[in-house]
């Protein structure tokens, strides 16, 4: 099992940045694929980013491409989205989320964290 805990949400104005994370533990973390989801209201969880903790490998959703960065640390068991140039849009609950497949991870994780609010005004 692994156990995810979320931080770093806040208000930000359009065209700013902000830094989420999202902290690890348990067995074997290095084992898994951690992705970044969001859901804002009145609309359906999508997947933002996801990354190989193991090898590093990233993938992303178009909307966030060239905007959000995913990374890792391993001294840390803790992963990163680097979000930046914000837009209105961007306001959601951010969830990480874990599993051991690369593919699954971007559909339907085992392992959920609570969710951080990030809410970009205009």
């Known amino acids: 099992q692994v156990q995810l805990v979320e931080s770093g949400g806040g208000l930000v104005q359009a065209g700013g940045s902000l830094r989420l994370s999202c902290a690890a533990s348990?067995?074997?973390?290095?084992?898994?694929?951690i992705a970044w989801f969001r859901q804002a209201p009145g609309k359906e969880r999508e997947f933002v980013a996801a990354?190989?903790?193991?090898?590093?490998?990233?993938d992303y959703a178009d909307s966030v491409k060239g905007r959000f960065t995913i990374s890792r640390d391993n001294a840390k068991n803790t992963v990163y989205l680097q979000m930046s140039s914000l837009k209105p849009e961007d306001t959601a609950v951010y969830y990480c989320a874990a599993d051991r497949q690369f593919a699954q991870v971007m559909v339907r994780p085992d392992y959920w964290g609570q969710g951080t609010q990030v809410t970009v005004s205009s």
């Open positions: 348990g067995r074997s973390v290095s084992r898994y694929a």
């Open positions: 990354i190989i903790w193991s090898s590093g490998s990233t």
